[in-house]
């Protein structure tokens, strides 16, 4: 059974750090692009970023951009989430999602793999 597990969550003062990890079972995903996304309360589930299998590519929301950075060890069949200088609106659910393929995309529909999803939330 293939599963993405997320970890890394957890309550953060505002201009905090949190590292979330994501981990890949039941097959390799080094063909896959893996992304992350996230859910606030009362709003759509939105792109965050994303990395292709060799890491050449990656991609970011505007509103984490220079803030966030994804990287992947295929070797551990693991995706990261860095997250610099936290802020109250990052606070969400987040999500790893993985994509067949080598083109990244911020489109959520073209994402057919989901992780249950780890709490992110940033105090002000």
């Known amino acids: 059974q293939v599963q993405l597990v997320e970890l890394g969550g957890g309550l953060v003062q505002a201009g905090g750090s949190l590292r979330l990890s994501c981990t890949a079972s039941?097959?390799?995903?080094?063909?896959?692009?893996m992304g992350w996304f996230r859910q606030a309360p009362g709003k759509e589930r939105e792109f965050v970023a994303a990395?292709?299998?060799?890491?050449?590519?990656?991609l970011y929301a505007d509103s984490v951009k220079y803030r966030f950075t994804v990287s992947r060890d295929n070797a551990k069949n693991t995706v990261y989430l860095q997250m610099n200088s936290l802020k109250p609106e990052d606070t969400a659910v987040y999500y790893c999602?993985?994509?067949?393929?080598?083109?990244?995309?911020?489109?959520?529909?073209?994402?057919?793999?989901w992780g249950q999803g780890t709490q992110v939330t940033v105090s002000s």
């Open positions: 990395i292709t299998w060799g890491g050449g590519t990656t």
């Open positions: 999602a993985a994509k067949f393929g080598p083109i990244a995309t911020m489109s959520l529909q073209s994402y057919t793999l």
């Open positions: 039941g097959r390799s995903f080094s063909n896959y692009v």
